[in-house]
DNA sequence: GTCTATATAGTGATAGAC
DNA sequence: GTCTATCACTATATAGAC
């Protein structure tokens, strides 16, 4: 992922920058500004501006994906589930923090892969569902309107991004733990 | 607020364009072909783009914290300001649905008036604060991570303007119950 | 209040020298 | 791999006619 190619460094570099001020207002000068050098040097190393939202986007969307299918296909309880979910939400957010600022907040200027991000979005979305959905019927949640918890817990996790640049030094377990009981307290049934 | 002069379709319009692609995104000439008209005659009724972006986003600002500080100033318990707050937050979100996209992802582009609203996102931030630990102190509220609960609750606060557009027709008392109630169980001490 | 015409300054991207 | 020079286009904004 992080292979220190010129290439990387560039997308990197967008990825903070798309994270400062968003995709649309950071133009490739201010890219190769950032790493002295001319914007028509970029072009060497990446095809255009496009290309770089769709590699900090989709292969961040895909690594969500990934990540879920493989605790969905787990044979364990939806609280055990929603646990795994969590803490790998907040474990992407930790390292891949500039990309997942762009995934948020730029996802709409993806142009021929917006149809297979949206689906992936959708996809991810709907794996939670399914978690809750299952944990109320089972009684290990308290049953509530699904679609607000949902919301509420999606809202937090998405918004995360954003905390953890803020606060800085709380370690990575210290986070997972705090936030995890935050957010289960608020739907287990005991 | 909605006076329909021509002033105020140009800003209506400009707002919905603003949510569904950024500030940096939307051209002039986008909001005037929406108005059927050239991208010229909006300097008839408004100054810049920039102006745009200040009236959406200063005075939902400014509503923001006025409200808030009535709240503050009431005799009454923090859970019961809680509910006052979160109530308050749900209906300027219910009714300015498209200011607030800007005032979320757009509020880094203002220029002149960017310190007066970092003041105001603030103070507001810290008013919730003040509420939380006030709970937890009086023991109104279960003890946690103060951060973290604060966190999490204007993460879902925030994000609730895209949430309401989506789902639509759930009642503005339905919405308002359910969600502050999944919100507030995650906080009682009880 | 809207138009046409235009000024001025970017924008993403390419060609070709070094 | 980076540069200079440049293209074609688009941006915000203004001037002045109707």
Redesign the pocket.
């Known amino acids: 992922m992080t292979k220190n190619?010129?290439?990387d460094e560039?997308v990197r570099t967008a990825a903070i920058l798309f994270k400062k001020k968003g995709y649309?207002?950071?133009?490739?000068?201010?890219?190769?500004d950032s790493?002295?050098?001319?914007?028509?040097?970029?072009?060497?190393?990446?095809?255009?501006?496009?290309?770089?939202l769709e590699i900090l986007v989709i292969s961040l969307a895909e690594e969500f994906i990934n990540g879920m299918n493989k605790i969905m296909n787990l044979p364990i309880s939806a609280s055990e589930k929603l646990r795994l979910a969590i803490d790998f939400h907040i474990d992407i957010t930790i390292h891949n923090n500039e990309a997942l600022a762009a995934l948020n907040n730029d996802w709409m200027h993806l142009e021929e892969k917006l149809p297979y991000f949206l689906k992936m979005r959708n996809d991810y979305e709907q794996n939670f569902r399914t978690i809750i959905e299952t944990g109320m019927t089972s009684g290990e949640f308290v049953k509530r309107d699904v679609e607000i918890v949902l919301f509420s817990l999606l809202s937090t996790l998405r918004n995360l991004y954003l905390w953890y640049a803020r606060k800085g030094r709380v370690s990575e377990d210290t986070l997972k733990n705090n936030m995890a009981d935050t957010l289960l307290k608020s739907i287990f049934s005991t």
Chains 1, 2 share one sequence.
């Open positions: 190619t010129r290439r560039i649309s207002a950071v133009t490739m000068r201010d890219i190769a790493l002295d050098i001319k914007a028509s040097s970029l072009y060497n190393h990446i095809q255009s501006k496009q290309e770089l």
